[in-house]
């Protein structure tokens, strides 16, 4: 592997580089992929590129750092950049993004309410009867929408907690432009939390006194040096981490091949095998989706029955045990957790449970746990009880054990660069999120948890528990999403598509027709991330370079920048400059390259002058640390747990939550604890043979790219494939390849069969994000053509406490298609006038 970065380096003093240059130079190829940042002086600039024809310009995306190709004004392909340890398969399907045949050209304008004026034929939404106004006429629109709803209903009655993975950069940020249309003009509902680690969330604070999920965990480095057995519990870095939320670095890639190298002995607990457990080779278990609590449990009850616990560590840095206790041996309900009892819910065999917890005792063990586990019904229990079995092995703060909560995110492991921090535009309300998750404040004011949106529609005035508090759901007549597709990633698509049928006006951004786009009254064309500039930080948790986000070519067709279209309708409502501030697209940009270059400095180091950096071509690197190399998750707590101590109410971790125990919810208990889920495979009350679970998609961003040439690669029929074990197709008379219907009292949708031995039986996989396609959208329950699973999870949520989504709680069944086959239509343009006829 090469450890080439062809960048451009900051200038370090000597307390920044001369400590850990013979430290950064040891290790693996592995080892100099993942860390390599030269610390000498490198300023020369490549100059300004040739002129020609064709041009090869740096820029970033989800994706990682490329630079694109462009011949005549057109991008002709996406390189990735040299110094990318694992660059992104998915770069071709990036590129056909700008050219698509999905793409929105035009602003549009749903007919029935052009015509009719605003909550005309809600039913109609979905159904593609658009038609093409002007620019100045759609700002007119929303902005005369933006105000009549405050008008007629009141600042609370219009929804901006616009909430999706957009695109990175710190100047085109959708979601904070939108909230700072509506902040600086009056106010709005926003929303708090997000789909991702909605229950985790909540819950960790709770726990553990911070929101670990999006958190260094310990590095790659120490984990290969020290860790004897890691345990990836629904855990796959090697398929997620193609991607962050900021400009990908991929450093997970480098890290799992160190623990591959060390020869770290790995198990992946998972319905599904995992390209994680295929590289390594992993020991593969199979617990039924849903019971992973059930099995903690199990391993924990042997921990305390056969004395392997750690006690010291127990009495000096957790409270509550001995109130959870009782719980686990059956003291107080007459049900001991041990191994025999999980078995018969989780279907893992109790030797293998009691194995498992001498293994992790008798090793140095790190428990990684990914997203899925705590996106069920009791979400927050997953999470929990998995602190808590860590907290009884004793090795937390150790180097290479205890657990671990991102290495399943955006390269979480990958040591941490000296890299300043870029400033963004601001949301104009002065609120501030927690440092790697900006969808956390929304700035509204008025806010409701994120997941509970279409459960607002639905109930305006109905009073709702959540986090300790009961908030009330405000009466929403418009809602105005940017950079995101809820029609994706919402679950229980046919209650959403009832709940959308309260709004008045439904307006969307967006430069690809998704379903969210298709069931929009207003349509606003906005251009894609390498059609403006913008300037971003690489790696979610290295931050090891500064890269400058180039435009590649010209806006196609009539799209415009968000923020462009944004400051039209601040300056339609009497706030465009308070907006723009008079600053242009460069001088935005320019300006937060400046504050980092302040802050820089401050840390011994010195970036080059701007010019020097955007015209280089070149991302900015930044020096490693040792200290950060080789960086401990809780190391300073376990060291002194007075003066390092924990943001929880004890100071320390907590099993039992006395603030919990204070709400009184009878879906959070104050300790964790199993609870049924309101169905699952095999559950007691479920209806349908099958588990439904989604993963992570191989080959998408949730359901970005979709839209794309990419999609060819991977879809059956053109369908969204649906992994099946022989198990269950064989009886069903189902085979490889076969369009399939699959169902559940939810929903049902087409999906073309995967027919592998990679799925446990008795559990169907869909990825998640793909494009809901109803044959008929004026009907509730109408078959989707490709394949969106949220057609078949709950919208319920995961408790009181948190109000997560269940995204990977459901059950249905399967069968072989045998109708003549619909064709998918959500991938093309919708039906619209002629683009030679405009409208007003």
């Not at 480098?254 to 591959?260: A, D, H, Y």
């Not at 010195?606 to 401990?632: C, G, Q, R």
């Not at 993963?695 to 053109?718: D, F, I, K, W």
Request: with cysteine; proline share 5%; hydrophobic share 35%.
């Amino acid at each position: 592997m090469s450890n080439k970065t062809d960048g451009l380096y900051v200038a370090a003093t000597a307390d920044v580089a001369s400590p850990t240059r013979r430290r950064f130079l040891q290790g693996s190829a592995a080892t100099a992929a993942i860390s390599a940042m030269p610390f000498s002086l490198s300023l020369l600039s490549s100059g300004a590129m040739a002129q020609s024809t064709t041009k090869e310009i740096l820029s970033g995306c989800h994706w990682g750092v490329f630079k694109g190709v462009v011949e005549d004004g057109r991008a002709v392909k996406f390189i990735p950049w040299e110094g990318d340890p694992h660059a992104s398969h998915m770069l071709d399907g990036v590129r056909d993004s700008i050219y698509s045949q999905s793409r929105i050209r035009y602003p549009m304008v749903r007919r029935a309410w052009l015509e009719q004026g605003p909550g005309a034929d809600p039913d109609g939404r979905g159904e593609g009867d658009f038609v093409r106004v002007s620019w100045e006429k759609a700002i007119e629109l929303v902005a005369g929408e933006i105000t009549r709803v405050r008008g007629e209903y009141g600042q609370q009655a219009i929804f901006g907690g616009s909430y999706g993975w957009k695109s990175p950069g710190r100047l085109h940020n959708c979601q904070t432009l939108l909230a700072r249309t509506l902040n600086l003009t009056g106010s709005y509902t926003s929303s708090s939390g997000d789909y991702s680690t909605g229950a985790a969330q909540v819950i960790l604070p709770y726990v553990s006194g911070s929101i670990e999920v999006y958190e260094q965990c310990t590095t790659y480095p120490v984990l290969a040096e020290h860790t004897d057995l890691m345990v990836f519990w629904g855990c796959d870095p090697r398929n997620n981490s193609h991607i962050s939320w900021q400009v990908a670095d991929h450093g997970a890639f480098p890290g799992v091949e160190m623990l591959k190298a060390a020869g770290v002995k790995t198990i992946s607990i998972d319905p599904v095998r995992t390209k994680t457990a295929d590289y390594l080779d992993s020991e593969w278990i199979t617990p039924k989706p849903q019971t992973d609590v059930a099995m903690m449990m199990g391993i924990a009850h042997t921990l305390l029955s056969e004395g392997l616990h750690d006690q010291e560590f127990l009495d000096r840095y957790v409270s509550g045990f001995e109130e959870f206790k009782p719980y686990l041996t059956g003291e107080s309900d007459g049900q001991p957790k041990d191994a025999d009892w999980a078995a018969e819910i989780c279907g893992v065999e109790a030797d293998t449970l009691r194995d498992l917890a001498r293994r992790f005792a008798s090793n140095r063990t790190m428990l990684a746990l990914g997203y899925a586990t705590q996106r069920q019904h009791h979400g927050e229990q997953s999470t929990w009880m998995l602190i808590t079995l860590a907290c009884m092995l004793g090795q937390i703060g150790l180097p290479g054990g205890g657990y671990g909560l991102s290495y399943h995110y955006s390269s979480g492991g990958a040591p941490t660069h000296e890299s300043p921090i870029l400033k963004s535009i601001d949301n104009g309300s002065g609120a501030k999120a927690a440092e790697g998750a900006a969808w956390l404040a929304g700035g509204g004011g008025v806010s409701i948890p994120v997941a509970r949106f279409v459960e607002t529609l639905l109930n305006p005035g109905k009073t709702m528990q959540y986090n300790g508090r009961e908030i009330e759901l405000p009466l929403i007549k418009m809602a105005y999403w940017a950079g995101g597709n809820p029609f994706a990633h919402h679950q229980d698509r046919n209650e959403m598509l009832k709940a959308w049928r309260e709004l008045d006006t439904f307006i969307v951004h967006d430069f690809q027709w998704t379903a969210t786009a298709r069931h929009a009254d207003i349509v606003l064309p906005s251009t894609t991330s390498y059609e403006r500039n913008d300037i971003e930080q690489v790696g979610d948790y290295a931050l090891s370079h500064i890269v400058a986000m180039k435009k590649l070519v010209e806006p196609q067709f009539e799209a415009r920048n968000d923020f462009d279209i944004f400051a039209a309708v601040a300056d339609k409502l009497g706030k465009g400059y308070e907006f723009t501030q008079g600053r242009s697209e460069m001088d935005w940009i320019r300006g937060f390259y400046e504050g980092a270059k302040i802050e820089a400095r401050a840390k011994g180091m010195e970036m080059p002058v701007f010019d020097v950096f955007w015209d280089s071509n070149k991302p900015l690197a930044f020096p490693l640390k040792d200290e950060n190399k080789y960086f401990v998750r809780h190391e300073s707590f376990r060291n002194d747990p007075i003066l390092s101590a924990l943001g929880t109410a004890t100071g320390k971790f907590e099993i039992y939550s006395r603030a919990i125990a204070g709400y009184e919810y009878d879906d959070c208990p104050p300790h964790p604890t199993w609870m049924e889920p309101i169905e699952r495979l095999d559950g007691p009350t479920t209806r349908y043979p099958l588990g439904i679970s989604s993963n992570h998609p191989r080959s998408r961003l949730h359901s970005q790219l979709c839209g794309t040439s990419l999609r060819e690669t991977y879809a059956v029929q053109n369908r969204e494939p649906c992994w099946i074990n022989p198990k269950d197709a064989e009886p069903r008379g189902i085979k490889d390849g076969d369009v399939v219907r699959v169902f559940n009292d939810r929903g049902q949708i087409l999906a073309g069969a995967m027919v592998t031995d990679d799925v446990m039986p008795g559990v169907l996989i869909v990825s998640e994000g793909g494009w809901f396609d109803p044959i008929n959208p004026r009907e509730i329950g109408s078959l989707c053509r490709y394949g969106d699973v949220n057609n078949l999870t709950p919208g319920i949520a995961t408790s009181k406490l948190a109000q997560g989504n269940c995204g990977q709680t459901g059950a249905g069944d399967v069968e072989k298609f045998t109708g003549d086959l619909p064709e998918v239509t959500v991938f093309s343009q919708p039906k619209s006038m002629s683009d030679s006829e405009t409208s007003a």
